[in-house]
């Protein structure tokens, strides 16, 4: 049982904007950066976002990431087929002095 | 360019012993933390640990802590994940990956499968 909680699934057409959640707690998310991954299956988790809402040279605008409090969130914008995989979050956690990841969350291109 | 590789997949009976490696380059090895990731067959991703190869201080998850043993040898920019008694549900992919302080992973290496089956 994951310390930070995800939807076990999402859905999207495309062009659609999909939003992806990630909820925790005072120990983690609130007091640490989110980090969130793509993982394509067959493939090393991706990183897609960093310290919050900072993206990595070569992912496009189209991810986006925000944090409120003790919770974060992960928006795909103009979906495409090739966004289909799993997302995960992930912060440091201070009560247990070491990172966590959220359960992940499939998504499917409809 | 910062690359993790790893060694290659194993197969073992329950019982051996095992050590894999992750071998960082193109970026200051001893000034960033290297961390495992266990990831079980259909499953999400679990955060095992990670190791400061500086000073080689190690933290575990609860969950890991004393089934494995994290090691680093910083002279040949390598970091270690070791078993001394496999069990078959220790059968999974293992991935390690950059840690930029005590945070949350950027790179990642192309993961090791491990097999534990009699």
């Known amino acids: 049982q994951s310390v930070l909680t995800q939807p076990p699934s999402a859905s999207g057409t495309p062009g659609q904007r999909v939003t992806i959640s990630c909820s925790g707690s005072?120990?983690?998310?609130?007091?640490?950066?989110v980090y969130w991954y793509q993982q394509l299956p067959g493939t090393a988790p991706k990183l897609l976002i960093y310290?919050?809402?900072q993206r990595p040279s070569g992912v496009p605008d189209r991810f986006s990431g925000s944090k409120s409090g003790t919770s974060a969130s992960l928006a795909i914008s103009g979906l495409r087929s090739e966004d289909e995989a799993d997302y995960y979050c992930?912060?440091?956690?201070?009560?247990?002095?070491?990172?966590?990841f959220g359960g992940g969350t499939k998504l499917t291109v409809l | 360019e910062v690359q993790l590789v790893q060694s290659g997949a194993e197969v073992k009976k329950p019982g051996e012993s095992l050590k894999i490696s992750c071998k960082g380059s193109?970026?200051?090895?001893?000034?960033?933390?290297i961390g495992w990731v266990r990831q079980m067959p259909g499953k999400g991703l679990e955060w095992m640990g990670i190791?400061?190869?500086?000073?080689?201080?190690?933290r575990y998850s609860p969950s890991f802590q004393g089934q494995v043993t994290i090691s680093a040898d910083k002279s040949i920019s390598t970091a270690y994940l070791q078993w001394s008694s496999l069990k078959a549900s220790d059968t999974a992919m293992y991935y390690c990956?950059?840690?930029?302080?005590?945070?949350?992973?950027?790179?990642w290496g192309q993961g090791t499968l491990v097999t534990v089956s009699s």
């Open positions: 990956a950059r840690h930029e302080g005590t945070t949350s992973p950027d790179y």
């Open positions: 193109g970026y200051s090895f001893t000034s960033y933390w």
């Open positions: 190791i400061y190869p500086g000073d080689s201080d190690t």
């Open positions: 005072s120990s983690n998310i609130g007091s640490n950066y």
């Open positions: 310290r919050n809402n």
């Open positions: 992930a912060a440091w956690d201070d009560s247990l002095s070491g990172g966590e």
